[in-house]
């Protein structure tokens, strides 16, 4: 089984920065791309930046120039640094993980539990 933990989240003024962090432990054989969702209350779960497993990454449009998504293989580690942040970014943040638990298996994805950002004067 595979077990993904996100931490980092808080409450930040306009402005403010904070550090997103998601770690996957458990059976892992090999880790494909990893990312961040949010999902503000009343809206849909939506992408929020993405990286591939050879760290070609993707962001969404809102977040461009202030949200750098990195990961650490080694660690089975992916972060988000948020910076600039705004009110419109206050939502749950859930980190995804597409994991391969065997050589042959094709990626199955895992998600964490969600950790809260609230930004706020």
């Known amino acids: 089984q595979v077990q993904v933990v996100e931490s980092g989240g808080g409450l930040v003024q306009p402005g403010g920065s904070l550090r997103l962090s998601c770690a996957a432990s458990?059976?892992?054989?090999?880790?494909?791309?990893m990312g961040w969702y949010r999902q503000a209350p009343g809206k849909e779960r939506e992408l929020v930046a993405s990286?591939?497993?050879?760290?070609?990454?993707n962001y969404r449009d809102s977040v461009k120039g202030r949200f750098t998504i990195s990961r650490d293989n080694a660690k089975n580690t992916v972060s988000l640094q948020m910076n600039s942040l705004k009110p419109e970014d206050t939502a749950v943040y859930y980190c995804?993980?597409?994991?391969?638990?065997?050589?042959?298996?094709?990626?199955?994805?895992?998600w964490g539990q969600g950790t809260q950002v609230t930004v706020s004067s």
């Open positions: 995804n993980v597409d994991v391969r638990l065997r050589p042959t298996w094709y990626p199955q994805r895992y």
């Open positions: 990286i591939s497993n050879g760290s070609s990454t």
């Open positions: 458990g059976s892992i054989f090999s880790i494909n791309a």
